[in-house]
């Protein structure tokens, strides 16, 4: 049992030719086996804003300082892109970060460049900003001074609480209103929550850092992802209570999806972590995506379908409906954008 970790298992890559394996338990292969320490790589990409084609997950661009993810959300669709790097979607993913050390200077380069169509770029469109390590390489907190220094807007996506220690940042980003921040609340069950994503912060630190958000005039959204129907759907009424009372203005959702190699490593996580349930849990996530864990059709992918996921989509209806009944935040503004080529000088 590799303790704080979500997956247990390995999972082959697909795109390898050879890979480690355990063949016997003993002896070489013994520390292989049991070294669950995390391994930080330093990277310098070429570019790091990225063009968002998927037409079903509401965002046109995003932005990621760090691949793999500490989190160890069992469940986590970011997990696939851990394969085009050489490592696994399993213990790879949670335990191999790869740190783009370069990207602040890229950001900043991108929207110095004349031909950028000012448009909000999403940090953590596919792993966490605010993963454990960024609380020492501040990363993230660097990229946020460089959008508001540019007056650019940003939104933004996360499960930890890090981002207080960044409120001098993201409060003046909001007076500006230039920021939209969506906190993921999956579950208000902290022996779930330890299971299903063991290295984020508390359900209860979770809401109170919604509340001094809040509290500062930050906008945020609660998004409640992923349902997994058997395992946390029962709960959407308390979420949408306890983070109306934080002062989030609304809530989202997505079903839980099972893509490429995850429904592998959920499988054996369910079983183990939630022994008695895990059956009904499986057959219910099949049962809204079409009899199958991975479902990758655009459309229906992240809203599943079928007669569970209809009273699912009413119980969160209702919900919304009880619980958020206030405005919701304008869109982000564009227009004040400093232009540049000249860096800090375009700023006087």
């Known amino acids: 049992m590799f303790k704080g970790r979500g997956a247990q298992i390995q999972v082959k890559n697909k795109f390898l030719k050879q890979e480690y394996v355990t063949e016997h338990i003993e002896g070489l292969d013994e520390p292989l086996i049991e070294n669950s320490a995390t391994q930080y790589i330093p990277t310098f990409p070429k570019t790091i804003v990225n063009k968002v084609t998927s037409p079903d997950v509401g965002m046109d661009y995003s932005l990621n300082p760090y691949q793999g993810c500490e989190h160890g959300c069992i469940y986590c669709y970011a997990r696939n892109s851990h394969e085009y790097w050489g490592y696994g979607v399993g213990l790879d993913f949670e335990r191999v970060i790869l740190v783009k050390q370069n990207a602040v200077q890229l950001l900043e380069k991108h929207l110095q460049n004349p031909r950028w169509n000012v448009k ?26 460089v959008f508001l220094k540019y007056k650019h807007p940003v939104g933004m996506i996360t ?26 609340l999956t579950t208000l069950d902290e022996k779930v929550r ?7 912060a508390t359900s209860k630190a979770k809401l109170a850092a919604i509340k001094k958000l809040t509290d500062r005039g930050v906008p945020v959204n609660i998004m409640i992802g992923p349902v997994i129907p058997g395992l946390n759907d029962h709960e959407i009424p308390d979420i949408m209570s306890a983070a109306a009372e934080a002062g989030a203005y609304g809530a989202g959702h997505t079903m839980v999806r099972l893509n490429g190699q995850i429904g592998i490593i959920f499988e054996q996580w369910i079983k183990d972590a939630f022994p008695d349930r895990a059956e009904k849990v499986l057959n219910q996530i099949k049962e809204a995506h079409n009899g199958t864990l991975n479902d990758s059709r655009f459309g229906t992918r992240m809203s599943g379908e079928g007669r569970i996921v209809e009273s699912i989509s009413r119980h969160i209806a209702l919900s919304r409906a009880k619980y958020f009944k206030g405005p919701k935040p304008p869109k982000l503004r564009t227009d004040l954008f400093l232009r540049t080529n000249k860096g800090q000088m375009g700023l006087f």
């Open 120 to 145: 909000p770029i999403v940090l953590s469109g596919n792993t966490d900003c605010y993963q454990p390590i960024e609380r020492k390489l501040k990363i993230t907190r660097s990229l946020l001074e």
């Open 159 to 184: 499960k930890n609480v890090t981002v207080l220690r960044d409120l001098d940042i993201v409060g003046p980003l909001a007076d500006l209103n230039l920021i939209g921040f969506n906190f993921s």
């Open 194 to 200: 330890r299971k299903l994503e063991p290295r984020t």
